[in-house]
């Protein structure tokens, strides 16, 4: 089992970036393909980010590509998603969730193949 802590968010003006960190706890940390999802207001969650477990595959949604970037340090047990060029349709709570994946390569895209899911933190981009 993990606990997932994320922290980072804040309130930005639209260009800023921001990094938001999960952390997780335990000792089995590489073990698990990680993922960013984000809530807005009245929306469903939607996939933002993934990472393998190896940290060598990365996949993103549509409409960050070229401006996040999501990360991993094994070592500290922490995933990132650096966030450029922020719009406020980026507004959202964002969650960091880990998958115990097998395929040391697979990126997970799909919310519901996630076991473990943080509290989330809230990014908000004014115009």
């Known amino acids: 089992q993990v606990q997932l802590v994320e922290s980072g968010g804040g309130l930005v003006q639209a260009g800023d970036s921001l990094r938001l960190s999960c952390a997780a706890s335990?000792?089995?940390?590489?073990?698990?393909?990680m993922g960013w999802f984000r809530q807005a207001p009245g929306k469903e969650r939607e996939f933002v980010a993934a990472?393998?477990?190896?940290?060598?595959?990365?996949g993103y949604h549509h409409g960050v590509g070229g401006r996040f970037t999501i990360s991993r340090d094994n070592a500290k047990n922490t995933v990132y998603l650096q966030m450029n060029s922020l719009k406020p349709e980026d507004t959202a709570v964002y969650y960091c969730?880990?998958?115990?994946?097998?395929?040391?390569?697979?990126?997970?895209?799909?919310?519901?193949?996630?076991?473990?899911w943080g509290q989330g933190t809230q990014v908000t981009v004014s115009p």
């Open positions: 335990g000792r089995t940390f590489s073990t698990y393909a």
């Open positions: 990472i393998s477990k190896s940290g060598g595959d990365t």
């Open positions: 969730a880990a998958d115990p994946e097998r395929n040391p390569h697979r990126i997970v895209t799909v919310g519901s193949e996630y076991d473990y």
